[in-house]
């Protein structure tokens, strides 16, 4: 399935590493902050529109700092079941 995560942009559920929210980060966590500036400096940092960031979604390919919540992009993952359930059924 797609995911739409902001402006243009959609992303494959298959390809979605993890997703963050900015407002959870702290000065302190450095460990985010240098992950950030790496994507950043390779040119794998992708920007989406130039509202107030809200989450960091990172795949396989590229990393996207997005205007929705993660709590948004979460929902919008999950379907209509919860993504611990949804996990849980794919076969390993």
């Given at each position: 399935?797609?995911?739409?995560?902001?402006?243009?942009?959609?992303?494959?559920?298959?390809?979605?590493?993890?997703?963050?929210?900015?407002?959870?980060?702290?000065?302190?966590?450095?460990?985010?902050?240098?992950?950030?500036?790496?994507?950043?400096?390779?040119?794998?940092?992708?920007?989406?529109?130039t509202?107030?960031?809200?989450?960091?979604?990172?795949?396989?390919?590229?990393?996207?700092?997005?205007?929705l919540?993660?709590?948004?992009?979460?929902?919008?993952?999950?379907?209509?079941?919860?993504?611990?359930?949804?996990?849980?059924?794919?076969?390993?």
């Open positions: 399935m797609y995911i739409h995560i902001g402006g243009e942009y959609v992303v494959s559920d298959r390809l979605i590493i993890g997703v963050f929210d900015l407002n959870s980060v702290y000065s302190y966590q450095t460990d985010m902050k240098r992950f950030m500036s790496g994507e950043e400096k390779s040119g794998r940092m992708e920007y989406i529109g509202e107030i960031p809200q989450s960091l979604i990172v795949t396989m390919e590229r990393s996207y700092v997005s205007p919540s993660a709590h948004t992009l979460l929902q919008r993952m999950s379907g209509n079941g919860s993504l611990l359930t949804r996990a849980q059924q794919q076969p390993m």
